[in-house]
């Protein structure tokens, strides 16, 4: 079979003038910019995620549940029930006898009303982010993109320092890049059903200025394991990372009047109303009825 022969036109581009598939694609791996490119033709088909409960019956009607090798994003204000839904899916994983990790960014999560939601503590790798005083030896994204952090080089026992915690605690900044370096390890290490980052309490502004090439290296480390990252924020911060993005609305709160306990104006909580609404989702088309709601219930403690 005879080579397609080129003609090179005023313009200087290369025309061909003989259309032979297979002799184009041989032709274009020689050249060295394009020898690691591979035809769409040639892309393996990528299968669809297996989705699992996230605990709460509407949700998972609303979304399909959380897809495994995915990023999946909850966010809403505060009492919003977006604590609620992270219990709810740690709750039916542990059920489901899987190893979880919850990444605290600001040490907000209550053990005794997450046991009492159905949490298997045993199961559950807690990692507090209070004492992050001091880092690792390498900064990430975030640290480089961060001001008023302080860089000392030591030749190989170069430090990134930051700023000493003071009474109240580590700064947020602190609190942000050790999360990110925590959910980076645990990612790569693999294992679990469930990775959370719970940024809940982090001030939006903070949340923002997490870089997306952040996002985008966790969405790939994620993507071959069976491993399903859900991160809570108050306002989407994951981009176009997230393949899951649901905002949770408060539309009314149940209040009961107990007396004996407190002044006898004083109220005490019973549970939210709650509507879901999926923002995203690149597992299924989104369905017309994009808005589920369902109910929270207070659990007393003696």
């Known amino acids: ?39 769409a033709a040639r892309l393996e088909v990528r299968p669809t995620p297996e989705m699992i409960s996230c605990g709460i019956h509407e949700i998972d009607e609303l979304s399909g ?8 994003e909850i966010c809403g204000p505060a009492s919003s029930g977006r604590t609620s839904v992270l219990l709810a899916a740690l709750a039916a994983a542990t059920r489901r006898q899987e190893v979880c990790a919850l990444v605290d960014a600001t040490d907000a999560l209550d053990s005794v009303s997450a046991a009492a939601a159905g949490v298997e503590m045993e199961r559950l790798l807690w990692i507090r982010c209070s004492q992050a005083s001091a880092v690792g030896p390498r900064a990430s994204d975030f640290g ?64 923002r200025r997490i870089p997306l090439a952040s996002w985008f290296r966790f969405q790939r480390a994620v993507e071959p394991t069976a491993t399903v990252l859900m991160v809570v924020a108050q306002a989407p911060c994951a981009q176009t990372c997230a393949s899951v993005l649901i905002k949770l609305t408060a539309i009314s709160y149940q209040l009961s009047v107990k007396s004996g306990l407190g002044p006898a104006h004083a109220q005490l909580l019973d549970g939210l109303h709650i509507e879901g609404e999926l923002l995203r989702s690149r597992m299924q088309r989104k369905p017309s009825q994009s808005v589920a709601a369902f109910e929270t219930k207070a659990v007393r403690i003696a």
């Open 1 to 39: 079979m005879a080579s397609p022969s080129f003609s090179a036109p005023a313009g200087g581009a290369v025309v061909f003038a003989r259309k032979e598939p297979a002799l184009v694609l041989q032709r274009l791996a020689t050249l060295p910019k394009l020898s690691g490119v591979t035809a």
């Open 65 to 72: 549940g959380l897809p495994r090798g995915c990023l999946s």
């Open 144 to 207: 480089r993109r961060t001001s008023g952090i302080g860089h000392q080089t030591l030749g190989e026992e170069s430090e990134i320092r930051w700023p000493r915690s003071d009474a109240r605690g580590p700064t947020t900044d602190a609190r942000l890049e050790q999360a990110l370096r925590v959910t980076d390890l645990l990612l790569q290490s693999g294992g679990f059903g469930l990775v959370a980052i719970d940024l809940g309490d982090v001030p939006d502004s903070a949340a």
